[in-house]
């Protein structure tokens, strides 16, 4: 059985252009990979455009200085989004580290039950879009940890791993941050 | 709507987000300065490939970069890079849609029109 491989024939001619510091093929690299790269990283920094765009510099960095490993088994954009996937990886570990939590006594209100019934209509598209707006009116900590969880897709666990917390600490405050979250999202609703 | 249920929907809500829908291009001020970070690294490690290389490899140089190349100047001086002097990278860097009109810009070449 032959193994089905991306034709990165082209990728390779660039990236051997760049690795041979061509300043053209380098503005190429920038210019074709960019948008992917932030599209990728935004998504998942929202609402932190600033940081989408550092983290994006970082990414190309770190592109340049392991560009020799590249050999063309995945496409370039492929390999450019396997690095941003771990810059984003590590920002959310090193904020949630650092950033203060919460405490849970703070804004104690009772969870509402209820959605409004209109938002059961909403499209997908609406829907996104006010998560996100609710996601980027929560303390930090508890936009982190949500993204984390839901759209990356990690366990508690493995953020607890990754953040050095306990996988307690961290479901206390999942669950702290889905109350506000539901909060805020009936309270704009309303 | 019971907690699991909220659970369930928060999930599908920011799992389920169309890739799609959220593509969009990247500020042109961005990759301006992604660009000049990357340059600023690849010289770090010794001088960029020299414009008569460059040109060689089929890419068409900006007006001063074909001043510089036609010079009977050394290659070293060739492998110089220029933008670090010219304006256009300072508006590059700092704005969106840029004015810069001129051939073969790299910084241009990264606005939208």
Known sequence: MTEHRPDT?????????????????TAEFVSRYTDWVYSYVRRRVMPQTEVAED???EVFIAAWRGLKSYRGDASLRSWLLGIAR????????????????????DESVA??????????????ALLQEKAHSVLASLPEAYCLALLWRYQEERSAREMAQLTGKTEKAIERLLARAREHFKRRWNHDGA | ?????????????????DEAAFEERAPSRVKARIYSA????QQETGPLQSLS????????????????????FGEKSKSHFLCW?????????????????????PYGAFQER
């Not at chain 1, 771990?86 to 006594?105: A, C, F, I, N, Q």
């Open chain 1, 9 to 25: 024939t082209v990728d390779m001619r660039l990236v051997a252009e760049v690795l041979r510091k061509d300043r053209k093929a």
């Open chain 1, 55 to 57: 983290l994006v510099q």
């Open chain 1, 86 to 105: 771990h810059k984003v990886d590590d920002y959310y570990r090193k904020r949630l580290r650092t950033s203060d939590w919460p405490d849970s006594d």
């Open chain 1, 111 to 124: 969870e509402p039950s209820v959605i409004p019934m209109y938002e059961e209509q909403m499209d997908r």
């Open chain 2, 1 to 17: 709507m019971t907690g699991h249920e909220w659970d369930d929907k928060l999930f599908r809500m920011l799992s389920e987000s």
């Open chain 2, 38 to 41: 990357l340059i600023h690294e």
């Open chain 2, 53 to 72: 290389e460059t040109r060689a490899a089929g890419h068409g140089l900006c007006i001063f970069e074909e001043l510089v190349q036609i010079t009977p």
């Open chain 2, 85 to 105: 002097t010219c304006h256009a990278r300072l508006l590059a860097e700092n704005m969106e849609n840029a004015p810069i009109y001129w051939a073969h810009c």
